[in-house]
């Protein structure tokens, strides 16, 4: 039995964990529910994400000036991939959508493995994040606490589009019924670029917050997509909020249960997903119907 | 010119053919009933005016200006609306935001208190999500986002199918007084009394093909007219 410092600490690692994966599957899932493409590249993009934060940080020495300028190159090349190649897609059954967006996943880490070697590399941790801070009983990384914080705020932000502007109301009619959307004289096709970008945005700013966290390496994001593929299963495909619970709900778990056995971990996460999905097949948050 | 004619258009639903060289007409400020049995096809002919299903062959025109093969949304931003028969309200949505997104890309969309004139109902109703209303309430909304694009054609697909007599007769007050203020419209529908009380015309339709044409006041005095394409007299 470990001590209770010890599992708290475990509990905020899981907070931490849960936030970023929230992060990259909202991305994920709404990518999922609007365009109905299951985006295999998305694991490949948090490593492109790390990366681009590891060379930004070079020229800039500035944390946030490079994760400033990550976003920008993200969401170029999200526009570019979504221009030149998933748009021909979506129409397309789902195992071509599957094989094309593995297939670029493949590309972009091999690409990054040429330029950069496999060796992992090493993000500073900025230096206002330096440190750890006294919580009562327990002590804890400055970095990981300020992460939650700006994740929760990424998430906020995230909702705000989602719910409060027009852009957000039609993608998330889109999600429900995207032929009545069209009859209503909203050209779809114009959104799904956005919402892609969008997506690959997410997903590589949760690889750059990661970065100093973890090693980076080209392969660094595998895990994480099977991660959130299982979070958008537990959340309901297609649903938000699935994702942001989902994915605390998925951190909590493989930290939780590293605090007893790390070898079970992800053991636990799969064997709560099987049990979701034999009690309430749709997900948390989910509805019947498209997928 | 009509405002809208179908010209001997073919639809196909993969590969069982469901429309024959169907033709309709429709003038400006004109009620016309599309009646007939199941299968007759009176869906599909709606769903081939707003651009859901292309026809393989024949022409759809809208002020003259062709219109088959385009996208739903840009046929839509023409003027043309459908209010399907599985009514589509978006069940996540809330009643206002269900009318929003209609409106989005209306030029001249109407306000919010003068859909809730017509529809008291939606405005009591405006913050509760879509997939919590009654099929009244859905069929209420589903009219008022048409309404609310303040769409130049209407086409109402059976709508009054499975609900209360009571709501049905508000339901034809309203399709009554949009008729009245000249509001230009196609119905399909079963309830063949509830169309004849606000259409002008009709067209009887039977396995794909026009096999009537006349005023409501023709069908409505001669009830064997009606006998060959809907199998009862109107």
Known sequence: MPSWPALASQAFNGLALGSLLALVSSGLTIILGTLGVLNFAHGALFAVGAYAAFVMLQYTQSFLLAIAVGCGFMLVLGFLLERLIIRFFYGRPHEDQILVTYGIGIVLV???????????QRVPTPSWGQGATQL?????PTYRLQLIAIIATLLVGLYLVLYRTSMGLVVRAGI?????VGILGINLRRTFLLVFAIGVVAVGLAGMLYAPVVAVTPDM?????AQSFVVIVL???GSFPGAVVGG?????????TSAFNSSYSEVMLYALMALLLVLRPQGLFGSEGRV | MSLLEVDRINTLYGDSHVLFDLSIRVEEGEVVALLGRNGAGKTTTLRSIMGVLAPRSGEIRLDGKPISGLAPSAIANMGVQLVPEERAIFGGLTVEENLRIAALTAPNAWSFERIYGVFPRLKERRKSLGRTLSGGEQQMLSIARALIRDARII???????????????????VAAGLAREGRTMIVVEQNVAAALSFATRVYGLNNGHVVFEGTSAELTANPDLARDFLGVGA
Request: proline share 5%.
């Open chain 1, 235 to 237: 959340g309901g495909l």
């Open chain 1, 176 to 180: 429900e019924n995207p032929g009545m």
């Open chain 1, 110 to 120: 091999e690409c990054v493995r040429a330029v950069f070697g496999g060796n992992a």
């Open chain 1, 248 to 256: 605390l709900i998925a951190g909590e778990i493989v930290s939780l």
């Open chain 2, 155 to 173: 086409l109402l697909d059976e709508p009054f199918e499975g609900l209360a007599p009571l709501i049905v007769r508000d339901l034809v007050n």
């Open chain 1, 136 to 140: 009562g009983f327990l002590i804890y």
């Open chain 1, 221 to 225: 994001g595998a895990n994480f997509m």
